[in-house]
């Protein structure tokens, strides 16, 4: 019988005990990525129109930032200056995109800041403010982000599916054994079930 994942397992009288906790990592995870899928895709959408920016500035007053573009994520580092009184703050914004086209060209587009693009990513660098600040620049697409939520959230969701099928079918969610003459636990794989023999 091979170890399952996510189950601390003890032994009664020589038969092994499984207990299962209620909130699983894997359901977790699904929950954070399917939260987090929900907030991208407002983003997307509301990215035709604005574009939301947050802005956090370091002790030294440098710009970081992430945005919602239209064409992805932008996670933004510098060390352009905004002045002192800036330190240590987090600032929230959003702007009409159509405004943003002139920084989007120099900042997404400009062959002397663009360092490497494929399928959508992008990554720049360059002169940005006054006095010079450095920049660098990650893009990542929305459908990249969307993927990997996805991806986070269907393998847990996919088990749960498969558990509640088999609980409904008197089988044992764990291994598919069929439970309909076993009352306390799970013959195969010792899985404690409250699943009993079925009415006469
Ligand atoms: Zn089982």
Known sequence: MSPIRGQARISIDGNPVVFRPRLTFGLLR???????????????????RHVVIVGFFTPAAHLQGLA?????????????????ERSLSVD????????????????????TTVKWKFAGFRVSAGIIGTPNGRFELLLVPYWFVVGVCLASAAGPV????????????????ECGYDLRASVDRCPECGLVTRIGPKPE
């Open 68 to 84: 919602s573009d239209r064409r992805g994520l932008v996670l933004f580092f510098s060390d352009a200056q905004f002045g002192s």
């Open 158 to 173: 996919r088990r749960r599916l498969v558990r509640w099928h088999r609980s409904r079918n008197n089988r044992c969610p």
């Open 30 to 48: 699904a929950t954070i990525a399917l939260v987090l899928l929900l907030l991208i895709v407002v983003f997307w959408v509301k990215s035709f």
């Open 92 to 111: 929230a914004m959003t702007a009409a995109s159509s405004e943003l086209d002139e920084m989007r060209a120099y900042l997404l587009d400009d062959p």
